[in-house]
């Protein structure tokens, strides 16, 4: 499961160069390491991207696990959105006719049950981008954009 982003030809005030596509890549790497960085927040406080709190394990999953930690067992899931090139992480670029599309997500098999839920666990969200977290990217990209092309 993924999140897709696309930007087309990025204009800010006060940039009157047209961007490369070098620089574009650079942007777009920018975008997936602030994505890593939103979630790895999530995961730390256990929260939905909407910062909803994940519901608590069950007893018998802690007595099972040996631990606490909401939705870490292995840290498999948890490191496909958090450390780029670790095992089920997707990450994307595409750049054509000045726009970027960016793919963000993991393929980690169980996802969707946490996604979703079951009949014996509730949904733990833990993949997406809050309207908080869209400001907060497009406020960095403006900053990454003004820093570069001044």
């Known amino acids: 499961m993924k999140i897709r982003m696309v930007l087309s030809n ?3 005030k006060g940039i009157k160069k047209q961007i490369s596509m070098r620089a574009m890549n650079g942007l777009a790497e920018m975008i997936l390491r602030t994505l890593e960085e939103m979630h790895l927040y999530y995961f730390e406080n256990e929260i939905s991207p909407q910062r909803r ?3 608590e394990l069950a007893n018998s999953t802690i007595e099972r696990k040996g631990h606490d930690t909401i939705l870490v067992e292995t840290g498999a899931l948890k490191d496909s959105l958090t450390v780029k090139g670790s095992k089920g992480s997707i990450r994307t670029i595409r ?4 726009q970027i599309t960016i793919g963000f997500g993991s393929n980690i098999e169980y996802l969707v049950y946490h996604l979703e839920g079951t009949k ?3 949904a733990r969200i833990c993949l997406g981008v809050s309207d908080t977290g869209k400001r907060l990217l497009v406020e960095r990209i403006k900053q990454h954009i003004k820093e570069r092309f001044k």
């Open 95 to 98: 750049i054509s006719n000045k």
């Open 10 to 12: 990025p204009n800010i």
């Open 53 to 55: 709190k994940w519901e």
């Open 120 to 122: 014996k666990m509730p």
